[in-house]
T-cell receptor
Framework: QKEVEQNSGPLSVPEGAIASLNCTYSDRGSQSFFWYRQYSGKSPELIMFIYSNGDKEDGRFTAQLNKASQYVSLLIRDSQPSDSATYLCAVIKAGNMLTFGGGTRLMVKP | GAVVSQHPSWVICKSGTSVKIECRSLDFQATTMFWYRQFPKQSLMLMATSNEGSKATYEQGVEKDKFLINHASLTLSTLTVTSAHPEDSSFYIC????????????FGPGTRLTVL
């Protein structure tokens, strides 16, 4: 079992819709969770991080964490074509090391 | 956010040569830097953790004698790919952790290495 798992996609949504990206992790002791966006050929950029169960909102983005189910998700409201990218879920391990999931490719169609 | 630079941004070299990649934190001090490698259509894989003034910690399966890491100062870490071969062609990305130990990592723009 991979430490962090994501559906590779592509996930295709129409412009203006809500995109829902999901991630599961295997280490029940994980405490910190991150969502990164990566455009092709570029390095990842941090979108959000979440530590506590529940929802955390930042603009059009909402991160949701359910530690009991070992599940973290990212919702993107009013999706735009510029949101088309690969979204990486990451978990912090000891020593502040990030373990990344395989990423989900999102395509927002005009 | 904090700024991390990498140099060069891309490099093409012949098989057997060595390539050095620099990672700099421009506006903060980084006691810890990380080196990742990303093959096409795959996620980032951590190669090693680089701590200022000490030896790097390599992940399982990463050859420390092939991928030499030097973290000589709080703002600079270098990765040298020795005797590069075509299978080393990849996107190498560094990230830096602020000395305050924040969970946020700031990524460099990456270096595209192509070994002919």
């Amino acid at each position: 079992q991979k430490e962090v798992e994501q559906n590779s996609g592509p996930l295709s949504v129409p412009e203006g819709a809500i995109a829902s990206l999901n991630c599961t992790y295997s280490d029940r002791g994980s405490q910190s969770f991150f969502w990164y966006r990566q455009y092709s050929g570029k390095s990842p950029e941090l979108i959000m991080f979440i530590y506590s169960n529940g929802d955390k909102e930042d603009g059009r983005f909402t991160a949701q964490l359910n530690k009991a189910s070992q599940y973290v998700s990212l919702l993107i409201r009013d999706s735009q074509p510029s949101d088309s990218a690969t979204y990486l879920c990451a978990v912090i391990k000891a020593g502040n090391m990030l373990t990344f999931g395989g990423g989900t490719r999102l395509m927002v169609k005009p | 956010g904090a700024v991390v630079s990498q140099h060069p941004s891309w490099v093409i070299c012949k098989s057997g040569t060595s390539v050095k990649i620099e990672c700099r934190s421009l506006d903060f001090q980084a006691t810890t830097m990380f080196w990742y490698r990303q093959f096409p259509k795959q996620s980032l894989m951590l190669m090693a953790t680089s701590n200022e003034g000490s030896k790097a910690t390599y992940e399982q399966g990463v050859e420390k004698d092939k991928f030499l890491i030097n973290h000589a100062s709080l703002t600079l870490s270098t990765l040298t790919v020795t005797s590069a071969h075509p299978e080393d062609s990849s996107f190498y990305i560094c990230s830096a952790l602020t000395s305050g130990g924040a969970d946020e990592q700031f990524f460099g723009p990456g270096t595209r290495l192509t070994v002919l």
